[in-house]
Nanobody, 124 residues
Framework: QVQLVESGGGLVQAGGSLRLSCAASGRTFSSYPMGWFRQAPGKELEFVASITSRGDLTWYASSVKGRFTISRDNAKNTLYLQMNSVKPEDTAVYYC?????????????????WGQGTQVTVSS
């Protein structure tokens, strides 16, 4: 069992920055690849970024590549998502999740544990 708690969401103006955190407890955090997903109002859950267990490889959705950075601190059992140059279309609830298998998947069904989400709202 693993517990994930996201934080850092809030209201930010377009062009601004925000850093999300995901604190993990339970299983050995450093053993698992992780991912960030988001769900905008009226839309399906979509992949944002993922990272290997060691943090040496990352993947991004094309819509956030070059603006968002996923990282992790295994000593602190924490996953991060640095969001720069945010846009109104980045408005969504953001979730972190544990990947039960090889890193790099963009499919929600490949992730076994999820946090409760944190709201990010970008004003224009």
């Amino acid at each position: 069992q693993v517990q994930l708690v996201e934080s850092g969401g809030g209201l930010v103006q377009a062009g601004g920055s925000l850093r999300l955190s995901c604190a993990a407890s339970g299983r050995t955090f450093s053993s698992y690849p992780m991912g960030w997903f988001r769900q905008a109002p009226g839309k399906e859950l979509e992949f944002v970024a993922s990272i290997t267990s060691r943090g040496d490889l990352t993947w991004y959705a094309s819509s956030v590549k070059g603006r968002f950075t996923i990282s992790r601190d295994n000593a602190k059992n924490t996953l991060y998502l640095q969001m720069n140059s945010v846009k109104p279309e980045d408005t969504a609830v953001y979730y972190c999740a544990v990947r039960n298998g090889p890193a790099g998947s963009t499919h929600t069904y490949h992730y076994g544990y999820w946090g409760q989400g944190t709201q990010v709202t970008v004003s224009s």
